[in-house]
């Protein structure tokens, strides 16, 4: 698994219209957020931080049992910590999700269950808030939030606590729903 350095730097590159990260002088990871949605902090080179470096072990941490490859993995972890980071604030759009009871306030990191009348994803918790949280897709295959319109692999949306669900992992090549 790829380990942080304090030689990562973030930047955008206008040229790609992108956050990047520069891991070295061969090696760029490009953010996968529009620049629509990032504050403006993100168009100024930056160091990749200790509390990102933070971020980005719990993140690595709370994923480690999911169904992915290793640069999965990774690409998972470091869309997290900029979405983090460098995500401007956004609003729920919880109408896209079923409220599955009371809900519960997850951690960070955490993997939850959100589901609608077309299926079911799994999501990890980004950034908690006191009824909300910024989460992000985790599964490979695209999740149907309508019948038009689609999220991918590693799209943040924020959403209320009552729509999710706790997950517990069953073992370590597949989850399950738990209550």
Request: hydrophobic letters at 45%.
């Given at each position: ?12 590159d ?20 529009p ?33 992915l ?25 919880s ?5 599955q ?40 295959d ?24 706790k997950?517990?992992?069953v073992n370590?090549?597949?989850y399950?729903?738990?209550?």
């Amino acid at each position: 698994m790829l380990k942080p350095s304090d030689t990562w730097s973030w930047y955008y590159d206008n040229k790609a219209r992108s956050l990047m990260l520069e891991l070295s002088m061969d090696m760029v990871f490009c953010v996968n957020l529009p620049s629509k949605v990032l504050i403006d902090e993100a168009f100024n080179k930056s160091k990749f931080s200790v509390d990102d470096a933070a971020s980005y072990e719990m993140f690595v941490e709370y994923i480690s049992f999911l169904p992915l490859s290793e640069p999965r993995k990774v690409e998972l972890a470091l869309n997290c910590v900029a979405a983090k980071r460098f995500h401007k604030p956004m609003l729920p759009k919880s109408w896209f999700f079923e409220s599955q009871g009371d809900g519960y306030c997850p951690a960070e990191g955490e993997v939850v269950s959100l589901k609608n009348d077309l299926g079911e994803g799994h999501f990890i918790i980004v950034e908690n808030y006191e009824c909300a949280s910024m989460c992000m897709l985790v599964d490979m295959d695209a999740f149907a939030l309508n019948p038009v319109k689609y999220m991918s692999f590693c799209e943040p949306v924020k959403v209320m606590h009552d729509r999710m669900a706790k997950l517990q992992v069953v073992n370590s090549s597949y989850y399950a729903l738990v209550g």
